[in-house]
């Protein structure tokens, strides 16, 4: 019996799809090469802009054909678009012939619902599960082994669907990151190691007692072996001078920071609800320049936010070409259903957007172009 997953979205979600493999190898399938041989596929969706959704749905209506040549398929689709009950529902409503629609809280559960289905039921699920639940890995990402130390988001960017579909922030226990990397690192086949969060930069405030992300980093550092660490993604309003320290004292740390300012504008930034101002984040870029000198620094940019002026977009564009980032990754701003923004009046029309993310670009182009002639 073969499987075949197809993973849409970040590197939380390509980590979760090594969750999924682990799962569907316990139960005794192999991984597939083509979906036309698979005796389960799974889709692993992503819901943060329009675009992801409408390509995870265009792919999973192609599998009707599949599905009608072969009865036995069975056909799972979980991640972030699955988390919101609505689309959910939606996803089952078109697509009758999909038979397992699970959110992100519950991929243990994976294994018993499939069972489940060989039995003839077509099943959901949305509530919480546990996020320290100890799950099989097939780790798939060649010498780099992701490590997940926290899930969900508490900032409720106005823009953003990730804290509606991920929950509120939830840190795992120090000493099950710990054992894990342990683990990693005897296993010998792993040069990285890169943790993952939506916001890292706030691991283990939720936690009894609390614990600080630097604190996190050290304690990781000092682990016997040979290996490189990194991590993602951090926000600048929680971005300590205590982790760019870490960063910049401890060896195996990777001299590299993804940094989303999302926009160079007061009052975006504001109406975004990002807590920090273009003057604080511009404070932070030469706070991690002068302790770290040979840092590289990446960031992500939504253009068009509702009500974004020429003006403010050319703030942001200036921005970037201050900082000269490593490189940058421009988003055209896309309303979710059920955020704040999506309600705001104001809304910027497609073809300005597009005008906003090609010149940042090509600023990008450009500075990156001198950078290697450099
Ligand atoms: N529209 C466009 N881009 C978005 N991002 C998050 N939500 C949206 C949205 N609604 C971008 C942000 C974030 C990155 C992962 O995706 O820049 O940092
Ligand atoms: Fe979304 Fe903001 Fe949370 Fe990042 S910090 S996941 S952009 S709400």
Same mark, same amino acid.
């Given at each position: 019996?073969?499987?075949?997953?197809?993973?849409?979205?970040?590197q939380?979600?390509?980590?979760?799809?090594?969750?999924?493999?682990g799962i569907?190898?316990?139960?005794?399938?192999?991984? %597939?090469?083509?979906?036309e041989?698979?005796?389960?596929?799974?889709?692993?969706?992503?819901?943060?802009?329009?675009?992801?959704?409408?390509?995870?749905l265009?792919?999973v209506?192609n599998?009707?054909?599949?599905?009608?040549?072969?009865k036995?398929?069975i056909?799972?689709?979980? %991640?972030c678009?699955?988390?919101?009950?609505?689309?959910?529902?939606?996803?089952?409503n078109?697509?009758?012939?999909?038979?397992?629609?699970?959110?992100?809280?519950?991929?243990p559960?994976? %294994?018993?619902?499939?069972?489940?289905v060989?039995?003839g039921?077509?099943?959901?699920?949305?509530?919480?599960?546990d996020?320290?639940?100890v799950?099989?890995?097939?780790?798939?990402?060649g010498?780099?082994?992701?490590?997940n130390?926290?899930?969900?988001c508490n900032?409720?960017?106005t823009?953003c669907?990730?804290?509606?579909?991920?929950?509120?922030?939830?840190?795992r226990k120090?000493?099950?990151?710990?054992?894990?990397?342990?683990?990693?690192?005897a296993?010998?086949?792993?040069k990285?190691?890169?943790?993952?969060?939506?916001?890292?930069?706030?691991?283990?405030q939720?936690?009894?007692?609390q614990?600080?992300?630097?604190?996190?980093l050290?304690?990781?550092?000092a682990?016997?072996?040979d290996?490189?660490?990194?991590?993602?993604?951090?926000h600048?309003k929680?971005?300590?001078?205590?982790v760019?320290?870490?960063?910049?004292?401890?060896?195996?740390?990777?001299?590299?920071?993804?940094?989303?300012?999302?926009s160079?504008?007061?009052?975006?930034?504001?109406?975004?609800?990002?807590?920090?101002?273009?003057?604080?984040?511009?404070?932070?870029?030469?706070?991690?320049?002068?302790?770290?000198?040979s840092?590289?620094?990446t960031?992500?940019?939504?253009?068009?936010?509702?009500?974004e002026?020429?003006?403010?977009?050319?703030?942001?564009?200036d921005?970037?070409?201050?900082?000269?980032f490593?490189?940058?990754?421009?988003?055209?701003?896309?309303?979710?259903?059920?955020?704040?923004?999506?309600?705001?009046?104001?809304?910027?029309?497609?073809?300005?957007?597009?005008?906003r993310?090609?010149?940042?670009?090509?600023?990008e182009?450009?500075?990156?172009?001198?950078?290697?002639?450099?």
């Amino acid at each position: 019996m073969k499987y075949f997953i197809v993973t849409y979205g970040c590197q939380m979600n390509v980590h979760e799809s090594e969750k999924i493999a682990g799962i569907l190898e316990g139960l005794g399938y192999e991984e %597939g090469k083509t979906r036309e041989e698979a005796d389960i596929i799974v889709f692993n969706t992503c819901a943060i802009r329009e675009g992801a959704e409408d390509r995870v749905l265009g792919n999973v209506g192609n599998l009707k054909k599949l599905k009608k040549k072969n009865k036995n398929l069975i056909i799972a689709v979980c %991640g972030c678009m699955t988390q919101k009950e609505q689309t959910a529902q939606k996803l089952m409503n078109t697509f009758p012939f999909i038979d397992i629609v699970i959110g992100t809280f519950n991929l243990p559960k994976l %294994g018993y619902y499939i069972e489940a289905v060989k039995k003839g039921r077509q099943l959901e699920l949305f509530s919480e599960g546990d996020i320290d639940e100890v799950l099989p890995y097939k780790r798939t990402s060649g010498d780099n082994a992701w490590v997940n130390i926290m899930q969900g988001c508490n900032n409720f960017c106005t823009y953003c669907i990730v804290p509606y579909v991920r929950g509120r922030e939830k840190s795992r226990k120090e000493e099950n990151i710990l054992k894990e990397i342990k683990e990693i690192v005897a296993e010998g086949k792993y040069k990285k190691i890169t943790l993952l969060g939506q916001n890292v930069n706030s691991y283990g405030q939720d936690l009894t007692p609390q614990i600080s992300f630097a604190k996190l980093l050290k304690d990781i550092c000092a682990l016997d072996g040979d290996f490189t660490l990194s991590f993602m993604t951090s926000h600048p309003k929680d971005l300590t001078d205590e982790v760019i320290d870490v960063i910049a004292s401890e060896d195996k740390i990777e001299k590299y920071i993804h940094l989303p300012a999302q926009s160079g504008n007061n009052r975006i930034l504001k109406l975004m609800n990002r807590k920090y101002t273009r003057e604080k984040y511009l404070e932070i870029i030469d706070k991690i320049r002068a302790k770290i000198p040979s840092c590289r620094i990446t960031s992500d940019f939504i253009v068009g936010f509702p009500t974004e002026s020429d003006e403010e977009f050319n703030d942001t564009y200036d921005l970037a070409e201050r900082v000269r980032f490593d490189s940058i990754f421009a988003f055209m701003y896309s309303p979710r259903e059920g955020t704040v923004a999506s309600k705001m009046e104001g809304q910027i029309p497609d073809k300005i957007k597009h005008i906003r993310v090609n010149k940042l670009l090509a600023l990008e182009k450009k500075i990156q172009k001198e950078d290697n002639k450099r």
